[in-house]
């Protein structure tokens, strides 16, 4: 079955970090772009990472400096590092993988419907 699976969510302080896993099965992310998207109750999806075919990246100005998003096709996993976590940054994330293979010039504002796989989400939480 392709699909794609998320972890690595959880409960965490402010100011601590967290590391999401974005897993391919049954597939290989070597031609995929992959986003991060995530959505919090009452708020629409907001793209928050992304990372090309070829590797480069972009955040949206929201998580800057903060999150770092990296991907090992060997292991056909995408990872999206989180630290200085904060309040707002509580949502489900959701990855998904696209075979257009690029992103935008900035931010990651990138349609659903240019998604070709999508994971199930995982609940991350900020409270102290």
């Known amino acids: 079955q392709l699909q794609l699976v998320e972890s690595g969510g959880g409960l965490v302080q402010p100011g601590g970090s967290l590391r999401l896993s974005c897993a391919a099965s049954g597939f290989s992310l070597d031609y995929y772009s992959i986003i991060w998207f995530r959505q919090a109750p009452g708020k629409e999806r907001e793209g928050v990472s992304c990372?090309?075919?070829?590797?480069?990246?972009n955040y949206a100005d929201s998580v800057k400096g903060r999150f770092t998003l990296s991907r090992d096709n060997a292991k056909t996993t995408a990872y999206l590092q989180m630290n200085s976590l904060k309040f707002e940054d509580a949502a489900v994330y959701y990855c998904?993988?696209?075979?257009?293979?690029?992103?935008?010039?900035?931010?990651?504002?990138?349609?659903?419907?240019?998604?070709?796989?999508w994971g199930k989400g995982t609940l991350v939480t900020v409270s102290s």
């Open positions: 990372i090309s075919r070829s590797g480069s990246t």
């Open positions: 998904g993988a696209s075979s257009v293979g690029t992103i935008p010039i900035n931010g990651c504002d990138v349609t659903a419907g240019a998604m070709d796989y």
